[in-house]
Every structure is written in C-alpha cells, then in structure tokens.
C-alpha cells in the first residue's frame, strides 16, 4: 500500500468552510470566584485548605524528625502545588523523568531530583541542559547510564548528583550488594562534573501495606539494608551525604529510621482512595484533599444513576473512586464500574449487615444533572489526565491551576 | 486558615533569574522520515498500513451489506484517523462528549453523532454551538434532556438530530420500554429544532464476551430488542430513520441483523489486546496497529528487565500490555507489573507446557537502552494520555499528528 494521502469526502469542510469561531473558549475554565457546585464536570477539583494541612502535618513531622522532605512531584506535576510545599520547607522536588522537570524548572524550582534511572541520548542531554539551570540529581544501576550522564553533562559543561539505587525489597530498580554499589560509586568518581550524593532506597510495594504493623516491619527491614550498604560504602571511602526515599505510607518510620536524611512523599497532600485504605494507627493521618466532581447524566435504569466520569477522568488501577458525601465516604452509594466515560452508581449492600445504617428509609439517589464529587482509587496517574486543576475554598472556585507537567512522561 | 500566597522560597528562582532557554523544543516530536527505532520514549506509534487495512476491512464488510459505518472517535481522539476513516466511506464519525467533538469539528468534520446523553446548561449550549456547523445529534432517555437540547438550540436557531437511547442488555443508560420511548419521541415532536433520527441501540458488555457464539447470541438478543422498540414506535406514528449501535465485536453480527443501519466501531482500527482476546470466526479479523515505544531503563535485577512505560503511559483497565516481538505476541517475555513510570518484564513462564517453545535456549531479555514494543490493554484510554501520534510506515516516522480531543471529556 502507498501512502494515503486523503482527498476531502463529503464529510470534510473544504477549507474556506467556516469553522467554528472560538472553539477553546468554549472550554474556558471555572470563573474565579464562582460556586464550587457549578463547575463544569468532570473536572479535578483541590480543597486547598485540607491539602494546605497535610502539607504542614508532614512538614512539621520531617522537622521534628531532622529529617528533609523532598515531596514527590509526580504525584501533581503542578508547579503551584510544590510551590506550595517549598514554601512550607520542603528542600526541593522529586520528579520521575526528565521531561517531568521541565516545567517545574521553568516555574523556578531550582533543586530536582531525578528519582529514577535515565537511558536514551536524547534524554541524557536534556537532563544535562536542565543542570545548567537548577541543581539536579539523577539516579543510576548500571556503569553504562553513568558514561551516558558524564558525557552530556560535559558536553555543556553541566555539574550533575548522582544517586546509587540501592535494591532495599522491591526488586524493580537498584544495585542489591555492596560490592555492586562500590563499582558504581568509583566509576562516578572518575568523572569530576559528576558528584555523588548518596543512596535512593525505595520500596513502593511497601507504602500499600494494609496493615501499620506489617508496613512498620518492612520499613525497618529496608531501613536496615540500606544502612548496611551506606556504612559499607563509607568503609570503601564513599560516604553518602544523602540518603532519600520513602513515601506516605512508610513516613512515620522513615524519619524514625535515623537512616534516611530525605524523604520522597507525593500523595500525602491528596489522600487517595488507595492510601487511605492503609491502616494508619501514628501521628501522620492526612485528609482527602483531591476529587473529581462528576455529574449525574442518566437515570433510566432502576436501581443506579450514571455519572460522567469514567476511564478518561481518573485511573482505576489501584481500585475504582469513592463516593464523597458529607465530608465522608458514602454509607449509601458506591461506584460499581467505569466504562471510557461513565460511571454506575449503586447503592452499598447493606443486607448481611446489622449496622443502623440500613434501619429506616433508604437514601434517594442524586438526581439528574446533579454534581457528585468522587476521591480517585489512585492521585498520579488520575492528574495525567487533566489539563487544569480547580482549586476551591469554603466551596468557591479560589484558583485554576496548570497541571503543567501532565502528559511528560519522557 | 487563610488563603495561602506563597512567598518565594530559596529553592524558587527569583523572577528574574534565567529560566531555561527554550524548554518546549526540548520536546520536539521525532522528525518525519526518522528511524522508527530511534523515537523517544515512551511513545504512541500507529503502524498506518495496518491501521488503513483495518479501515478498509470493516468498511468493506459495512458496504457489502449495507449499513452504513459511524466509526467512533472516542477511540482515537484524532482528526487525522477521522479523516481517513472518512476518505474510506464513513458516513461521519461518533463522538461520546460534546467538548471531545470540537476538535473534529474544527478539523472539518461536518456530521458528528455524541452517543451519549448530555446533561448540564454549559454542555447542551456547546453542542448547540457546534450544531451551528456541522450536523450533530445526541441521545435522550429523559424528557428533562429534551427540555434543555429544546431551550439551548432554540437560543440560536440551530437544528439537532436526537436518537432515544435505548437498553438493549447493557443497563447503563437508555429506557428499556416502548412506553417510555413513545413518551420520548412524543416530547422531541413538540420542538421543531429538534429531529426525531432514530435510535441508539448500544450493548457495551456484549464487545467484550471472549466466545464468538456467546456473542452472536447477545447480539442477536439485543438487535430482536432493537427491531421490537422501533416497531413500536412505527406503529405509534415514529418511524426510525436510522438504528445506530454495534462495536468491533459485534460488527459482524450486526451488519447481519437487518436492524442495525449504522454500526459505531472504533477499536477495529487500533486492536488493542483486550479485542485481541476474543475468538473471532467470521470474516473481520483485524490486525494490531497500536503500540506504545518503550525502552529498557534498568538491568540491575535478575531475570527481569524495567520499561520506561507504565500507569502514565497507558491505561490498565482491562489488562496490562503486551509484548511485541517479530510481528507477534512475544512468546518468551511479559509485561507482568505497573507501576507510574515502571513497567517490570518478566520470561514467560512455560513451566507447565510442553510446547516446543520450552525446548533449546532461553531467549536473551532486551538490553539497557533496547526499545521495547508493547500492545496496549485498551486502546481509548491509552490515546488519552498521549499529546501526539506518532506514525510510522516501513519502519520510518512519516508523521506526527496531534490527538486534538486528549482530555476533552466535558
């Protein structure tokens, strides 16, 4: 077949057809100011002051620590919200890839850490021209990544961190001995526009541990492993200024470790459904801060309503939303399924229960047209979706912020 | 608390400190007639001579019999498919949200169908804008909808075609009885901006059944479902000009029914692997066309290799991604784990088999830096997390389009 190079059917304007006049400001954002209850769905909607009070409880934690907190950007990809979280003494960003940072850059942020390994040359060079801008680090496990870093960093002359992964359980990326963390160590040394920094530890897996108890234990089994290669690599003569990872569900016994010095949090300020299935019994319990409002467009089918909020509006991968209602969620309805845009809404089974919660009369499902807000099953990947974020307090539209880093997943 | 107004901390560039240079070409798109193995990762790759014989394929079918062909831009979200869709034989293209439509219609498209119902003042005005320029319809199954379509197009003496959707099995939205859908079209009369067109007769669930009898079965189900409501709504003086529903797995059936007169596929041009995992005996197979570039990011565990492609670079909804090696489903490695930006590939394990597969050496895993192809779970999600397309012919770029309705899901 050659290549098809479409003629204009009947279906196709020619070109001197009107088009529509102004097509994006039919997409315009929610007035500053407006109702919170009015804003067009679905949209992702931040309560800022509860997401202002999860960033100064974790804040207040890490200091009382001594401990940093470098909170995770991918959880976001909204500069206004680490703008936010440096205000408040975070020591700088976590990203995932390179492009990821870039908008963070241009926002100002000025301390980045690359929480993650970095192979390609186009992706090298942008990290190493991003380093002639901010202070950057990097994350490696093979020598190879390592060469690729020293030559696009001297090729523009750029000074760059770099991380040792260190493999503390989960066995997804990182070095597992201490004899595979000298190697890389000395290798860095040998190029001087490369600085090592330290060790990144981080077990995901972990962080979605039901249980506190059983979070707790592994928590102190990856603590420990990384201690052992930290102290190791000291003896080699590569001592680690810095030792980073951690997340929401293991922060509490991150800063109690006395191993970690930095800790990589993102989903604290957000409290997604997902998390906040976790079982949390110490000081650090955060508030549902992120939503989706989403309204109800059908209710032809007894026994359900459908809301316009499906696979394009959130991330179901760590389970599907929760219905918020009353500043909890829903005793009454759960959403059952997701489709590419609508959602099914039923009412919870209530029948082996001797709750009080099914005495009376049954609550009456939201109405046609009416506006149901949702806490998303899983925060990063949901704000991938969205270009903007509309931020409210006391139920107005306060700000409408760019999820600038959405979709850069280089 | 009051509104917080960050002060810059020492982390955030003052406001005139250099920001970088020039940040977006950092993410130009690969460069046309570029190597295909050499694009960035993770990336959206269309093979476009697959994807024109899937077109032709299902347009073929549609033609031999009949029945007019509405692909579903949901799919893709790309002007650019339309258009070639369009130039093969499409009658006009679906859409499943008023804002998704606006690119297509910018682009050109002058008949677009939003198969779904549309509820909120904004919404019903969009659509009435957009009816301005192209002939647009939209579905009902509650008179309060008709209400508002009836005051929204009649602000701007636009003229809208309205189907009544109908449940034909799936018990998502539409009136299931002829009563109700009498009561409908009864309403629609009253307003001379408003077209009575037909019904919408769409059984989501169906696509998805692995057997092909269990299909035809269903099918058969809802189109005897179909041709009984549309009868009764001759009778009572509401002829249906035009009975739209079907998908790529039903397609066959439906052209078959003698009910259906505009079948809604979308996936048959793309294939992703949930499609693929149905048995299919008749004539419409339909060939993979869809991949996400990946590259290997990290060695450092054993038995095992990290993409670059995760969560955010695809959606998991309806399975994890496959494999693609030598033209086929990779028989010696599989995408076992997602994670935001990780994705963990692992060998297949053949320890039960006797398939010769078994015998001789184990195939090497992919090294550092190896691009990776993968066949996503489910394709519509998947396009809407990627800005652009890149696509491909004989293995070199030969375009990059813009997938214009990404995140357009008002």
């Known amino acids: 077949m050659t290549s098809p190079t479409p003629t204009h059917p009947a279906q196709f304007a020619s070109s001197d057809a009107a088009a529509p006049a102004s097509d994006h400001s039919l997409l315009a954002p929610p007035e500053i100011d407006s ?39 991918k959880a976001h990809k909204c500069p206004d919200i680490a703008r936010l979280q440096l205000a408040e003494g975070a020591v700088g960003i976590c990203c995932q890839k390179v492009s990821e940072a870039i908008p963070f850059v241009a926002a100002g942020v000025r301390d980045i850490h690359i929480s993650n390994e970095i192979v390609g040359p186009q992706k090298v060079r942008q990290l190493a021209d991003l380093a002639l801008h901010a202070r950057m680090s990097v994350c490696v496990d093979h020598v190879s990544q390592i060469d690729a870093l020293a030559m696009s960093t001297d090729a523009v002359s750029a000074h760059l961190g770099v991380f040792i992964e260190i493999d503390i359980g989960q066995h997804r990326c990182g070095v597992a001995t201490l004899n595979e963390a000298v190697a890389l160590a000395k290798h860095i040394a040998a190029f001087p526009q490369l ?72 989903s604290y300020v957000f409290m997604d459904a997902d998390y906040a299935s976790n079982d949390y019994v110490g000081e650090l319990h955060f508030e549902h801060s992120l939503f989706i409002a989403a309204s109800v467009m059908s209710v032809a089918v007894q026994d359900q309503v459908v809301l316009d ?36 809404v039923r009412r919870v089974d209530h029948s082996g229960s001797t709750d009080d919660a099914t005495s009376g009369e049954l609550a009456p499902f939201p109405s046609l047209g009416a506006q149901v807000m949702l806490v998303p099953g899983h925060c990063d990947p949901t704000f991938n979706v969205y270009n903007r974020l509309v931020v409210i307090e006391q139920e107005r539209v306060a700000h409408v912020w760019p999820i600038a880093a959405r979709g850069m997943s280089w």
């Not at 600085?195 to 707790?216: I, N, P, S, V, W």
């Not at 590569?238 to 970690?260: K, L």
Request: charged share 20%; hydrophobic share 40%.
């Open 309 to 344: 909020a499906g696979l394009k509006s959130m991330s179901v991968d760590s389970g599907l939303p929760w219905i918020w209602e009353n500043a909890q969620r829903s005793t009454s309805f759960t959403y059952t399924a997701a489709n590419d845009e609508h959602g099914i």
């Open 195 to 266: 600085e090592f920094r330290g060790l990144q530890a981080y077990h995901g897996g972990m962080q979605h541990k039901r249980g506190f108890d059983e979070r707790k234990e592994m928590a102190a089994q990856a603590a420990s492993r990384a201690a052992e290669i930290a102290q190791g690599l000291r003896d080699a003569g590569y001592p680690c200024e810095t030792i980073t990872g951690g997340g929401t569900g293991s922060a509490e016994f991150d800063f109690a470790s006395g191993v970690f010095t930095e800790i990589q949090a993102g």
């Open 35 to 73: 109702d919170a209850a009015a804003i067009e769905t679905p949209a992702l909607v931040l309560d800022l002051n509860a997401a202002m009070r999860n960033i100064r409880r974790l804040q207040h934690a890490a200091n009382k620590a001594g401990v940093k907190l470098r909170p995770h950007a």
